[in-house]
């Protein structure tokens, strides 16, 4: 039973990697000033993550749509990832965003729909600024 449930999910996992690269979301084009300052922005953020879950995916593309060069942690075959999101988030569960303030702090955010919606505000902000 436990090879059909591995089997299964391999088979969901791929057709999902598939189908999010046959469907990649175009990257928004900005001017390199506006581009640099957005990544430095985002230079404290790191989005810790399995390749295959659903929810990383519909973040991932989110950060794909608004060319943000956030980077991804890979807690599903890192233990030594898996152990940070753990001890700083408090819980095995993805996707999770690591937020590094410019003072240190380091808040750990869970929920896709929160995350893409704390990146969407941050963007607008530093598109309006
Ligand atoms: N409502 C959550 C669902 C996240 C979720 O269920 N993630 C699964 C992976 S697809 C998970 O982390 N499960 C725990 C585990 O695999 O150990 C979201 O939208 O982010």
Avoid: H
């Avoid at 990544?39 to 519909?58: E, H, I, M, N, R």
């Avoid at 505000?121 to 600024?129: C, G, H, N, P």
């Amino acid at each position: 039973m436990q090879i059909v449930i591995k089997i299964v999910r391999w088979v969901v996992g791929s057709l999902i990697l598939f189908f999010n690269w046959v469907f990649t979301p175009r990257s928004i084009k900005r001017e390199t000033a506006l581009q640099a300052t957005i990544d430095q922005q985002t230079a404290g953020l790191s989005l810790y993550q399995y390749p295959a879950c659903p929810f990383c995916v519909k973040v991932r593309r989110a950060m794909k749509r608004n060319s943000l060069n956030i980077q991804t942690v890979d807690a599903k075959r890192c233990e030594t990832s898996k152990k940070e999101l753990v001890e700083g988030g408090g819980k095995l569960k993805v996707p999770c965003l690591r937020v590094e303030e410019n003072t240190g702090e380091v808040r750990w955010m869970y929920e896709s729909s929160e995350i893409i919606s704390y990146l969407e505000d941050k963007v607008s902000v530093l598109q309006a600024a």
